[in-house]
T-cell receptor, first 114, second 112 residues
Framework: AQTIHQWPVAEIKAVGSPLSLGCTIK??????LYWYWQATGGTLQQLFY??????VESVVQLNLSASRPKDDQFILSTEKLLLSHSGFYLC?????????????FGSGTRLLVI | GEQVEQRPPHLSVPEGDSAVIICTYT??????FYWYKQEPGAGLQLLMS?????DRKEEQGLTVLLNKKDKQLSLNLTAAHPGDSAVYFC???????????FGLGTRVSVFP
């Protein structure tokens, strides 16, 4: 069975500090991977997607970057956090090459920037 | 790109009653639609996915209707119970971003 794991579960970080959030998918090779951001009480905004190792496409610029160093790993990061980065970050995967794939989400990382 | 509007933003439902959430989308070429449930502090739970050639789909007390002419998608919760209290999101496949475009969500509260 496929599993998706996000870490950390929650973070409290200072403005200007760096950030690294991780996502790992097990049990599925070559998945499409996605990062979404959800402001408190808001909807989900897609940030990045990746269809293969080493390739990441940006959807929305929020002074964040993403990388896919391994087939099963997706990293979201920034060197300097802003207050506006606070929120809930969700990683998701879908089957590569198939439009009719379900999109499965991880449990998310809650970030508070102070 | 695709835009999705969702209504109502809030819904209070007596236990045992039905509730309907409606989404409208803009891209007539959208092929897939999704409904997710989010409980407090949790990630998204997929409730149902619907291909655009389907007008109606029922699963476990949920009914999804797709009206392609009006570009409208609806979720009907029948016989609501307290465990249905959550935020519900509709989403449409965004071919441009290879991901999903979400509605703003509907907070459903089921009371005894």
């Amino acid at each position: 069975a496929q599993t998706i794991h996000q870490w950390p579960v929650a973070e409290i970080k200072a403005v200007g500090s760096p950030l690294s959030l991780g996502c790992t998918i097990k049990g599925k090779s070559s998945p499409n991977l996605y990062w979404y951001w959800q402001a408190t009480g808001g909807t989900l905004q897609q940030l990045f997607y990746s269809i293969t190792v080493g390739q990441v496409e940006s959807v929305v610029q929020l002074n964040l970057s993403a990388s896919r160093p391994k087939d099963d790993q997706f990293i979201l990061s920034t060197e300097k956090l802003l207050l506006s980065h606070s929120g809930f970050y969700l990683c998701a995967w879908s089957l590569g090459g198939q439009e009719n794939s379900d999109y499965t989400f991880g449990s998310g990382t809650r970030l508070l920037v102070i | 790109g695709e835009q999705v509007e969702q209504r109502p933003p809030h819904l209070s439902v007596p236990e045992g009653d039905s509730a309907v959430i409606i989404c409208t989308y803009t891209d007539s070429a959208t092929a897939y639609f999704y409904w997710y449930k989010q409980e407090p502090g949790a990630g998204l739970q997929l409730l149902m996915s619907v291909f655009s050639n389907v007008d109606r789909k029922e699963e476990q007390g949920l009914t999804v209707l797709l009206n392609k002419k009006d570009k409208q998608l609806s979720l009907n919760l029948t016989a609501a119970h307290p465990g249905d209290s959550a935020v519900y999101f509709c989403a449409a496949l965004n071919n441009y971003a290879q991901g999903l475009t979400f509605g703003l969500g509907t907070r459903v509260s089921v009371f005894p």
